[in-house]
């Protein structure tokens, strides 16, 4: 199997399953039960949530434990119009039309109600976001701006550190959020004395398990639950807590520790199958950004002329190798929203594919899949009587 979907969803550690099979036999106690079993599934949780503020060096940090990135981003975007709104004039948030569907969705859904304005931030086609038109958007009355870290379908990486510092030289009470979904458990974040607020991630894109999230907030920040009816998590988010899942997610940053800020493996791997693909496929073009500095080596986005995306894809699906047209909560739409938002025309966004790389990739694997990419274009393009 040629499993390149990573930025869909990753394969589970095969130490992170053991940790959590660990915690599903022995540790089945609730949380909030004060008896010895109950006790011991506390101190797991305690235990993750004080790793997860190391990884980020908040040691004063809300960490909220939640089904997935998708409720943490909803979660703060609530708490910013319940808390924020009140007192601005004219409040905006700030945006790109190309974040996640769970942040750009979810800020229509909680600010499109005119409750505040929504400004969205320039782009190039290559997702590059336009530093002078960002700084222009924002105001006295900006609630919040929200950058993800890296783009899940284009694979381009944002100075949020530097965005987040403008943005506060720049408005007055505002809130910076960035959905690090892509960078977490691949990059170092020391967001102790930055101008970021929260952040948010989900362990299944660094193969921990799917089914948890987590929402890391500064201790100044004020949240208020989506839901109620319980005191766990601080009374943020009610229910009983998945303690394995917890566990999990733990697991999967301790087992990444070694490989955290060291990309030149998958930079490696990448390089390949650029050159590979450059080489053999005429008329080709990469949308993820070339300089490496603006870039993730974990995701290649290209378009190949003549040859639709989802057709390549099931033809690649039937040998054995596995890639993606677009982000996976999206991929019910027949053009990726994140592409044509961009600046790139409807038949180019068509003809995409997704490459995503993870650390359990080998550069073996990278050589067959371009074989098996080459030999389907030119069976394609044979078809359609492409002319070159």
Not at 152 to 179: M, P, Q, W, Y
Not at 256 to 266: F, L, P, Q, R, V
Not at 312 to 331: H, I, N, P, Q, W
Request: hydrophobic share 35%.
């Amino acid at each position: 199997m040629l499993y390149f979907d990573n930025a869909a969803t990753t394969k589970i550690d095969e130490e992170v399953l053991r940790c959590m099979c660990e915690v599903l036999r022995e540790h089945y106690g609730n949380a909030s039960s004060r008896h010895g079993p109950g006790r011991s599934s506390k101190e797991i949780i305690n235990r993750a949530r004080s790793e997860l503020k190391n990884y980020f060096a908040l040691p004063e940090a809300k960490i909220i434990f939640a089904a997935s990135a998708t409720e943490a981003n909803n979660m703060l975007l609530h708490s910013v119009r319940q808390n924020y709104l009140r007192g601005k004039k004219d409040p905006n948030v700030v945006t790109t039309k190309i974040e996640h569907p769970s942040v750009y969705e979810a800020v229509r859904h909680w600010f499109g109600d005119k409750s505040a304005k929504i400004r969205y931030i320039q782009t190039d086609a290559k997702g590059n976001i336009d530093v002078a038109h960002y700084q222009s958007l924002i105001d006295e009355n900006t609630v919040l701006v929200s950058i993800n870290h890296v783009n899940n379908e284009l694979g381009t990486k944002n100075d949020i550190f530097t965005l987040a510092r403008l943005a506060k030289e720049a408005g007055g009470e505002v809130i910076f959020h960035s959905d690090l979904v892509q960078g977490a458990g691949k990059y170092a974040y020391d967001l102790k004395n930055t101008a970021i607020d929260a952040v948010t991630l989900s362990a299944h894109k660094f193969h921990g398990p799917k089914g948890i999230g987590a929402l890391i907030a500064k201790d100044n920040l004020r949240l208020c639950p989506l839901y109620y009816g319980g005191e766990q998590e601080d009374g943020l988010r009610p229910g009983t807590e998945n303690v394995a899942a917890i566990e999990g997610l733990r697991a999967a940053l301790a087992t990444a520790k070694s490989t955290i800020g060291n990309h030149e493996s998958i930079w490696q791997m990448n390089r390949l199958l650029v050159a590979k693909l450059t080489d053999e496929v005429p008329n080709i073009c990469f949308h993820t950004p070339s300089e490496e500095e603006k870039a993730s080596p974990y995701i290649l986005n290209l378009a190949i002329d003549g040859c639709k995306g989802e057709v390549l894809s099931r033809m690649l699906d039937e040998e054995g190798a596995y890639v993606s047209t677009s982000s996976a909560c999206s991929s019910k739409k027949k053009i990726s929203r994140v592409l044509t938002e961009a600046g790139i025309d409807n038949q180019e966004a068509q003809n995409t594919l997704r490459i995503s790389l993870s650390r359990m990739n080998t550069a073996e694997e990278c050589e067959r899949l371009a074989e098996v990419l080459i030999k389907n274009v030119r069976r394609l393009r044979k078809i359609l009587k492409y002319k070159e």
